[in-house]
């Protein structure tokens, strides 16, 4: 079989050059898989909502709200049925994969992400494609490492290598690609792994060179340094942006937040809730202005905005419009990224306030192309948090040298207003809602500083939870369940512990299963104190709860294969 004899052929190749022959297989179906996601988006859009906008007013208006509608309800039901850890952009969940099972992302998180992305950008959802392509690239690279012999426990470096192909080819920017999988994914600049991303992004960049073509993201016109004007300008520039970009996390997390609580309306729903949202907002801001840059990227209008074609009334019009339609359709459940829509509101601001000022004094076109990058760099670095990944985003995507100062001007002010009005960065955030947190995800440095870390270090919060005790419930869960030790709460309360074997021998005897004990613990309890209570366990389970007592809900489930990973995961850390 193919299976089979794929690592056989890899185990031939000499030990010296062997990873370097599977990056380059990785970070080559990386970018392709990359570049398809683009094309695709953009075959979408092209045929649906660009098409419907050289079309009458009536037509357009009909037209496009059954296509986002459409595109966001189907959207919906493939991330609600088959992989709600598809929705969003892609990298906090890819960044918890990386730490937390070793790089390892299920397969339906890829074509959940191809597909959902695809219908949910291209119809129209005020999104990005850039977090998604590092989603499923990182995945698909994980995947097919395995394919290629690579055991689970040893695939984090391919699903970064992935990840920076990824983003590569999504941006045509292989220097902040790795920059950014090294700041935000690995979190170590000097990381082992630096070799395997660097190469993989090349080769990302180079797929998109050899099918998009070689030119960059954003052609800039009245190009060359600032004047002082613009250079005085930068700081507020930056700063506002930084702001929106700020105001933008508030609105779109707390939205989510408020999404996360249950519900009656299903969760597809929602999804395509969000998605009309955003056909009402865009398309009340194209019949009044002729400009659909509410939609999808929004590139078309960025463009204009970088060329110093935008009105500045039109610009800012465009910015509010944009940021409460992403924010309600991320929050809602959509499946896309915030990169591209951060690019967008930076540049609209610095696009406005080139507008205003220029009111009053003439601005050269120079400054004005300059101000339009400082916006879009500082809302990028507030969100994110990267800032030097958002210098060099910026730079690869127009080629102007020329920039670069004003660009770590802006990159600096929007640290320290980022700083000062958000506790963490997007995606930090986005895993505390999850219940994952930073500090608990990447390793410590040294032993004691890991005993002491919490038990959302280790903790599996996706328990599988049997309440029906009966015979007829029992047996179907074990046979949609392979775990051997299932928590039972009744009521509401936690009551035991059902393990495989005495349920098989309660069914054979028709009677009802007798349950063993449970230990339980707090989000702080240390790992220390966890290593003992799981020693201590009958089960060899220890259950998460919110609250002491029996009225405690539960949260998540530890097993000794859980510290056994974590312990794997301190001693890489030691190493890279």
């Known amino acids: 079989m193919l299976s089979d004899l794929a690592p056989q052929l890899i185990q031939r190749i000499p030990a010296r050059v062997r990873p370097v022959v599977v990056t380059v297989i990785l970070g080559l179906a990386a970018g392709f898989a990359a570049v398809l996601f683009q094309l695709s988006i953009h075959a979408v859009y092209r045929y649906g909502l660009e098409a419907l906008t050289h079309a009458s007013r009536l037509a357009f208006l009909l037209g496009s709200f059954f296509v986002v509608a459409a595109t966001s309800a189907v959207s919906g039901w493939l991330l609600t049925r ?38 949910s ?59 950014f999988v090294l700041e935000e994914i690995i979190g170590d600049l000097n990381s ?3 070799g395997s991303v660097l190469l993989a992004a090349v080769l990302g960049a180079l797929v998109a060179h050899g099918v998009l073509g070689a030119q960059p993201a954003f052609a800039l016109h009245g190009q ?34 408020a999404n996360k609580r249950p519900h009656r309306l299903p969760a597809w729903s929602r999804v395509m809730l969000g998605g009309i949202g955003v056909w009402a907002i865009g398309a009340t801001v194209f019949v009044t202005t002729g400009h659909a840059g509410v939609f999808s990227l929004g590139y078309e209008d960025l463009s204009l905005a970088l060329d110093g074609r935008l009105l500045w009334h039109i610009a800012a019009l465009l910015l509010v419009a944009k940021l409460a339609a992403t924010a309600l ?42 101000l339009a990058v400082v916006g879009m760099c ?48 997007f995606y930090e955030e986005a895993l505390a809602q999850d219940g994952h947190h930073i500090e608990s995800i990447a ?36 046979a949609q369940q392979s775990f051997e030790r299932f928590p039972v709460v009744q009521g509401g309360r936690l009551v035991g512990v059902l393990t495989r074997r005495e349920s098989k021998a309660a069914q054979a005897a028709q009677r009802t299963p007798e349950l063993e004990s449970a230990k339980v613990c707090r989000p702080h309890t240390s790992l220390r104190e966890i290593s003992d209570l799981i020693l201590a366990s009958p ?21 000794m294969h859980d510290l056994l990973r974590a312990q794997k995961s301190f001693t890489e850390g030691q190493l890279g």
């Open 378 to 425: 500082a809302c990028l670095g507030a969100v994110v948090r990267a800032p030097v990944t958002g210098i060099l985003i910026v730079f690869e995507m127009t080629h102007e040298f020329a920039l670069v100062p004003v660009l770590m001007i802006g990159a600096l002010v929007s640290q320290l207003i980022s700083r000062k009005m958000l506790r963490q960065n």
């Open 192 to 194: 082992r792994m630096l």
């Open 329 to 370: 359709c991320y929050g809602l459940g959509g499946c896309g990224g915030i990169f591209a829509p951060t690019l967008f509101f930076g540049t609209m601001v610095g696009a406005a306030i080139a507008g205003v000022f220029g009111l009053v004094y003439p601005l050269g076109r120079a400054d004005q192309v300059a």
């Open 82 to 119: 088959f992989s709600p850890e598809a929705a969003g952009s892609g990298i906090p969940q890819l960044k918890l994969a990386f730490w937390k099972d070793f790089g390892v992302v299920p397969w339906r998180v890829v074509w959940v992400k191809f597909l959902g992305g695809t219908l």
């Open 443 to 478: 390793p410590p440095r040294d032993l004691r500083s890991w005993m002491e870390l919490p038990a959302a270090r280790v903790a599996n919060f996706s328990p599988v939870v049997a309440s029906d005790l009966s015979s007829e419930a029992q047996a179907e869960l074990l």
């Open 121 to 179: 950008v291209g119809g129209g959802a005020s999104l990005g494609r850039e977090g998604p392509s590092v989603q499923l690239a990182g995945g698909l690279a994980s995947h097919l490492a395995g394919f290629l012999g690579t055991a689970k426990n040893e695939r984090r470096t391919a699903a970064a290598a992935g990840a920076a192909a990824g983003l590569a080819a999504a941006f045509n920017t292989p220097i902040a690609a790795v920059t």
């Open 224 to 257: 060359g340094a600032p004047q002082w004007t613009g250079y005085a300008l930068t700081p507020l520039v930056a700063a506002l942006a930084a702001v929106a970009g700020c105001w933008f996390q508030r609105f779109s997390l707390g939205i989510r937040s």
């Open 539 to 559: 089960s060899g389970l220890l259950i998460l709860q919110d609250a002491e007592g029996p009225e405690g809900r539960v949260m998540g489930v530890i097993t």
